[in-house]
């Protein structure tokens, strides 16, 4: 437990995730005054300390092709400028098709990636072969692929983070929960803790898979739902697999790690909700086990090390949820990241922050801001590229 | 086994006799053929340590499988077995250079960013250092094995003394207890099914699965078991701690378990002048079998009567209230270095092995598992469960007994016939006690000391599997991160092969030292289903849960 120095605080981010950590980096970068991180578990509790490290620009909606374009851009800077090497990997990802519609659905992906500038390349079953050559060919027609993808270890982007913004005066207080928001004259005014009141100009929601429960909290219903994702690795053996590899039919997601597990997850039919807890369902070994023996037949002696799982904060469109909320001035969403907020966090935290300031974003609001889901008419284009 | 006669492998090439129930590891010894493997970050050399399957250091490729453990492995006849992890071989690996070329260790955590270009070549070296084992050469034509699946109404899961004297109490049952054993026994157990070289895991419990356990039961030989037991009595003992000391990972430097199972034979020790660890009943009994091969006693703390008793009668010197600062030697352990505690004198004692018979520590993973609720004990430094009347958990249905319930000795024996009476309805005798619930361990002391007195130039290894030094944990430390939970992934200790089984239960007596507060507030990590290494094909065979 750290208690918060302060009775008050410029700006408070709820949640010590990557994105309240990244966003307190970018505020205190510019300067903003007092800030305070609160975290209600350990450091990496949630699910930036449970994901599988992918890092993709492959995505069917331009807004965050071009978001994660420029993540890929900081995160190859990152070791240079944080002082942790976060082992970002660019080995590429693997996208398998086994049908005819998926390989429609992978070649229009595909041509939105090229012309957002960025050389995707279409493979027949025999350049599968050769960039993943432990894969099982049965069934393969086809897929896509782009070597600048790639993954990294999350750890030590948030020791990282954390530390450097720290050392640029944030404040982070572990083991402290937000319990709700205070209001004076229809804006923020604090937040409530189990230990009193902290003020506050603004609050950032950055709990990820618990945003939802924050917002109610603070009297606004959202559209933010929590859907437990699992994930295993295995015993670490030498390098056998290059790229993230991603098959649309069963959702599974695999890559090998720096230090040689393989470590992946695959779509399950769980229920919305954070009743799972963070174990293993009963369903989740077998079927996972039998997707990935199918991919790559020769693991099928390898152990399985452990399995755990991590929420996923999902919106109905599939995109993230950045911007103040117009129904609560000072009230500012930085959530809805379903599986790719680890990957999208440098690039769009930056616009988090910004927002937390009161300045002007670069990013579509159709596509981001939170008053999408308050009028029917600015539903944003969906993202439904989801696995991995 | 189908023959149980001699078998003849191929042992690196050339041939090896392996007798029946006997393991490679042992085999290896009895032909003073000397195994060696390499670790994962460093590629330091590694010989068998711990005899029991808990280690990463005797891990070999079989018929193009990699990471089989020898120390349980029984080979078939005929079998091409390879060691694993150096390039060009174990015995001379080029890799191992990086060893002595960074003494402070290889900081992954902050090193490697500069220059850009140098990005994919850092990381193609590093990817080459990690792994043990290359995937298998091939797949089985069916990669998914459905196991054998079984429903008992009580499943033992262990066989040592305590399952023993339960199943001997319980009388007669149609149908026998089934009872599972991940070694083999020493002698059978009338009563009970027995199922040999099998290791026991819980399964996740379906919502929809009433009162009953879902395991997963692995043979050492292949199979799987999918068992549906509606009780399960938790018998799976414990196993001998390790100690943090520079060069702890060294060939020679073995838990008094390993001294047990990697010599040529059952009496024989794998040495021939030991040092060995510890002041009490462990240590007293191996004065009693192996004194003359007993060099010396060091102490981490004071040392029992019994022991004095005994190592004065032998003539063995006894060091009590001794830091053990570093195993020395090339390949294998020469000598010790040890100093007084309390800033005493420094000194070398000359050996081929150490023994650690400090400790013992309960097995807890399966309980953890299952869900029980648990306690640290100081007496001992580790978690056991809670237990109610009639040793039951606070999981209906499941019930503990013998050394991981914290009962030791004698009151092992007791614990299983106390069980026994609970469950035929029978007068319960008052449960024997169990290992002190208060008081801090000794150890937690012993490792504040001895971290200021460590030699540089040489790696203390804090967790085996993954190659973490402790100076990284130290590192972790000073940055003022907390807790078991946090330094694990900070660090990578315990996120191994093994998962911790040797290295968390050090870790939380420093950090508990360094941090002022009391273990089980510095954590337990979570341990994270299987926990013990379950082969994809197994677990892709698994019957669908529904289907039950
Ligand atoms: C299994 C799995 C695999 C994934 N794979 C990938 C991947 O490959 N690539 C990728 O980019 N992303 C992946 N993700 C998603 C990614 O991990 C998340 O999008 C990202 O970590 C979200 O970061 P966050 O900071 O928003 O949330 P979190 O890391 O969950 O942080 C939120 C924090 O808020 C805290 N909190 C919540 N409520 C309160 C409160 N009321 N008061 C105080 N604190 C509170 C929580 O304790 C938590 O620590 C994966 C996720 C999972 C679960
Ligand atoms: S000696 Fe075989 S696992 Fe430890």
């Known amino acids: 437990m750290s208690a918060p120095a302060k009775p008050r605080y410029r700006i408070v981010i709820v949640g010590g995730g990557i994105v309240g950590l990244f966003t307190s980096y970018h505020l205190a970068k510019a300067g903003a005054g007092p800030i305070l991180v609160l975290e209600r578990g350990f450091l990496s509790s949630g699910a930036s300390g449970r994901n599988g490290g992918g890092v993709r620009q492959q995505w069917e909606t331009r807004a965050t092709i071009r978001l994660a374009r420029e993540a890929v851009q900081e995160y190859r800077r990152f070791g240079r400028e944080f002082g942790y090497n976060p082992w970002f990997r660019q080995g590429g990802y693997l996208f398998l098709a086994e049908t005819r519609t998926e390989i429609a659905r992978l070649h229009s992906v595909h041509e939105t990636v090229r012309s957002e500038g960025l050389p995707s390349r279409e493979l027949a079953p025999e350049e599968v072969r050769e960039i993943a050559p432990a894969i099982s060919p049965e069934g393969i027609v086809g897929g896509t692929f782009l070597d600048s993808d790639g993954t990294l270890y999350p750890f030590p982007v948030l020791w990282a983070v954390y530390e450097k913004a720290r050392s640029l005066g944030v404040e982070v207080a572990l083991g402290v929960e937000a319990l709700g928001i205070v209001r004076d004259r229809g804006r923020v005014a604090g937040v409530a803790t189990p230990s009193g009141t902290i003020g506050a100009d603004v609050v950032v929601n950055a709990a990820g898979g618990w945003s939802a429960e924050l917002s109610r909290r603070a009297g606004l219903p959202v559209e933010n739902t929590p859907t437990r994702h699992e994930i295993l690795a295995t015993e670490p053996v030498k390098p056998c697999l290059d790229p993230m590899v991603i098959r649309l039919s069963d959702g599974l997601y695999v890559s090998q790690t720096m230090r040689g597990e393989l470590v992946g997850g695959r779509s399950m039919p769980h229920a919305p909700g954070t009743e799972g807890g963070m174990s293993t369902s009963p369903e989740f070994l077998p079927s996972m086990a039998r997707s990935l023996v199918r991919l790559i037949p020769r693991a099928a002696s390898l152990g399985v090390l452990r399995a755990w799982s991590g929420y996923y904060d999902d919106t109905p469109d599939g995109l993230p949820v950045i911007g103040e909320d117009p129904r609560l001035p000072g009230f500012v969403h930085a959530n809805g990241f379903g599986g790719h907020g680890f990957m999208l966090a440098p690039a769009s935290t930056r616009r988090v922050a910004k927002a937390a300031l009161g300045e002007a974003i670069d990013l579509d609001p159709g596509a981001f801001g939170p008053a999408r889901f308050l009028d029917p008419d600015r539903r944003a284009v969906p993202e439904h590229l989801q696995p991995g | 086994m189908p023959d149980g006669g001699e ?453 203390t290894i804090a967790c085996a599997c993954e190659d973490v030094l402790l100076r990284e944990l130290a590192e972790c430390h000073e940055l003022g991160y907390r807790g078991i939970e946090v330094a694990k992934r900070y660090t990578g200790l315990g996120t191994g092969l093994y998962q911790g089984r040797y290295c968390v239960p050090e870790a939380i007596l420093l950090l508990s030292a360094w941090e002022g507060r009391p273990p089980p507030e510095v954590g337990f990590i979570t341990q994270r289903p299987p926990v013990v290494p379950a082969p994809l094909g197994a677990l892709a065979g698994l019957a669908r849960p529904e289907a039950e």
């Open chain 2, 7 to 459: 078998r003849s492998v191929r042992w690196k090439g050339r041939p090896l006799d392996v007798r029946p129930g006997e393991s490679l590891a042992r085999a290896l010894a009895r032909a003073r053929r000397p195994l060696l493997t390499r670790s994962i970050r460093y590629h330091r050399p590694r010989a068998p340590a711990c005899g029991i399957g808990h280690c990463t250091s005797c891990l070999v490729r079989v018929e193009g499988r990699p990471n089989v453990r020898a120390c349980r492995y029984e080979p078939e006849n005929g079998e091409r077995i390879e060691t694993e992890n150096g390039w060009p071989s174990t015995g001379f690996d080029l890799l191992a250079l990086v060893d002595p070329i960074f003494p402070g260790g290889i900081d992954t955590l902050h090193g490697f960013r500069r220059p850009a270009f140098a990005t994919p070549l850092f990381q193609r070296v590093v990817r080459r250092l990690a792994g043990f084992g290359a995937l298998a050469d091939g797949a089985p034509p069916d990669p998914t094995l459905a196991p054998e699946l079984r429903t008992t109404d009580l499943l033992v899961i262990g066989g040592g003394r305590s399952a023993r004297a339960f199943v001997e109490a319980l009388g007669p049952r149609t149908p026998p207890p089934l009872l599972l054993e991940r070694g083999r026994l020493d002698r059978p157990i009338p009563g009970a099914e027995v199922r040999e070289r099998t290791t026991a895991v819980f399964l996740p419990r379906p919502a929809s699965g009433g009162a009953s356990f879902a395991v997963l039961a692995i043979e050492e030989g292949g199979g799987a078991l999918q068992i549906t037991a509606r009780a399960v009595v938790v018998a799976v003992g414990g196993y001998d701690a390790t100690l943090w000391f520079a060069g702890s990972d060294r060939p020679g430097v073995y838990p008094a378990d390993g001294a047990e199972a990697l010599g040529p034979s059952a009496g024989e020790p794998p040495f021939r002048r030991a040092v060995v660890v510890g002041g009490g009943d462990r240590v007293a009994a191996l004065l009693g079998a192996w004194a003359d091969r007993i060099e010396a006693v060091v102490g981490p703390g004071p040392v029992g009567p019994e022991v004095a008793k005994r190592a004065s009668e032998a003539g063995v010197p006894i060091y009590p209230r001794t830091l053990l600062l570093e195993a020395r030697g090339r390949r294998r352990v020469a000598a010790v270095r040890l100093a007084a505690r309390g800033g005493g004198r420094r000194f070398t004692v000359a050996c081929d092995a150490v023994v650690l018979a400090h400790r013992r520590l309960p097995n807890p993973q399966l309980l953890f598992q299952a869900g029980a609720a648990m306690e640290w004990r100081g007496g001992t430094g580790a978690y056991y469960p809670r237990l109610g009347p009639g040793l039951a958990t606070t999981v209906p249905g499941l019930f503990a007994i013998g050394e991981a319930a914290g009962f030791e000795g004698a009151a092992s024996t007791e614990s299983g016939r106390a069980l026994a009476a609970a469950l035929t309805g029978a007068t319960v005798p008052p449960l024997p006690d169990r290992v002190r619930a208060e008081g801090p361990s000794e150890l937690a002391g012993y490792y504040a000391e001895l971290v200021g007195s460590l030699p540089r130039r040489a790696k």
